[in-house]
């Protein structure tokens, strides 16, 4: 990795009760978390919190607000334990999913942007195993767990105008 890279470290939380709807399950509460690294050095920490939303969505949101971030392009590895995530970009079904605009597909509001941003940057991810002892994944599942049981937290309205 190239002194001029950065390492996006992400992770998504769920909290509080599980609610069935039509298309599957709502959270009571969920966050996120983003955490900038370079050349060793946390950089920036990114974390929220929503009500009403899922796992897979905070999982994207710690992806998305992670690219957010910077503003020029950049040269960026993504780790996230999130198979979904990383399946979903490794084999090319996201851009698929946004390019037909398939809209049987989840999240495609989140894909959309993150499609847009990974095409703006360079940007490699991988996949890490959760709860291994990574120090920066460990630390991402902390803060996105943090975030999901702030009180006060905005609803997810981009998700729940859906349902």
């Known amino acids: 990795m190239s002194e001029n890279s950065w390492t996006i470290y992400t992770d998504g939380s769920s909290q509080g009760k599980r609610i069935q709807y ?6 009571e509460r969920g966050g996120y978390a983003s955490i900038i690294v370079r050349g060793g050095t946390v950089i920036k920490k990114l974390y929220q919190g929503f009500k009403r939303t899922t796992n ?4 994207l949101f710690g992806v998305l607000e992670g690219l957010k971030y910077f503003k020029t392009p950049q040269t ?3 780790y996230s334990d999130s198979q979904y995530v990383i399946s979903s970009i490794v084999n090319g079904h996201a851009k698929k999913w946004f390019e037909q605009q398939d809209f049987s597909k989840k999240n495609l509001d989140l894909w959309h942007d993150i499609i847009d941003l990974i095409e703006f940057h360079n940007v490699e991810f991988q996949w890490v195993k959760g709860h291994s002892d990574n120090e920066y994944n460990e630390l991402c599942d902390k803060l996105a767990v943090h975030a999901a049981q702030c009180l006060n937290l905005p609803e997810d309205n981009e998700y729940t105008n859906r349902i």
């Open 76 to 78: 960026i590895t993504i």
């Open 56 to 59: 897979n969505r905070c999982e």
């Open 22 to 27: 039509k298309d599957g399950w709502l959270c």
